[in-house]
T-cell receptor, first 113, second 114 residues
């Protein structure tokens, strides 16, 4: 079955540590996205990538980094510079052009203490 | 700037009653519009989408939505709510700039009482 996988489902880290969240898709989509979700704030775009080896900052990129070395994979690193990293993180993908919806993974809940 | 407003943070309806969730958007051209549903701790699932054509669109799980350009609205409706519909619902508009970026509303939490 085609879809998006995110791992792990739950992640716990100590303050000051970098952590990488995994996102893999087998939908053959060019575009991939990372969102952060906090209660009452909807989804806020962190980074997006339209094609391999290219990515752009979204609305809240500070303290995060990404890479896009393969079409299928778009890992997100939450760095120690992110002041409030505890949140629910969602990965999505879509076709790059034309009318297309985004498909979402199941999410990773990150807790930093 | 493009934006989406979902005026209701929480809505409670009785099982079997009708439902309407409101969505208003700001967008400079003809938008793509979406409704997604999210159960607690899960990802988002697409309920329905509007790209062009018929302004009344049908989705999964018995939901429908109507695009009203004059009111900049895309309200979600269901004639009879089931307890399993309790979830959070997000309206989204796009495409934003290049590609298929979306802007999401803050969400409406639906509670269903028996």
């Amino acid at each position: 079955d085609g879809g998006i996988t995110q791992s792990p489902k739950y992640l716990f880290r100590k303050e000051g540590q970098n952590v990488t969240l995994s996102c893999e898709q087998n939908l053959n989509h060019d575009a991939m996205y990372w969102y952060r979700q906090d209660p009452g704030q909807g989804l806020r775009l962190i980074y997006y990538s339209q094609i391999v080896n290219d990515f752009q900052k979204g609305d809240i990129a500070e303290g995060y980094s990404v890479s896009r070395e393969k079409k299928e994979s778009f890992p997100l690193t939450v760095t120690s510079a992110q002041k409030n990293p505890t949140a629910f993180y969602l990965c999505a993908s879509s076709q790059r052009t034309g009318a297309s919806e985004q498909y979402f993974g199941p999410g990773t809940r990150l807790t930093v203490t | 700037a493009q934006s989406v407003t979902q005026p209701d943070i929480h809505i409670t309806v009785s099982e079997g009653a009708s439902l309407e969730l409101r969505c208003n958007y700001s967008y400079g051209a003809t938008p793509y519009l979406f409704w997604y549903v999210q159960s607690p701790g899960q990802g988002l699932q697409l309920l329905l989408k509007y790209f062009s054509g018929d302004t009344l669109v049908q989705g999964i799980k018995g939901f429908e939505a109507e695009f009203k350009r004059s009111q900049s609205s895309f309200n979600l409706r269901k004639p009879s709510v089931h307890w399993s519909d309790a979830a959070e619902y997000f309206c989204a508009v796009g495409p934003i700039q290049y590609g298929n970026k979306l802007v999401f509303g803050a969400g409406t939490i639906l509670r269903v009482k028996s």
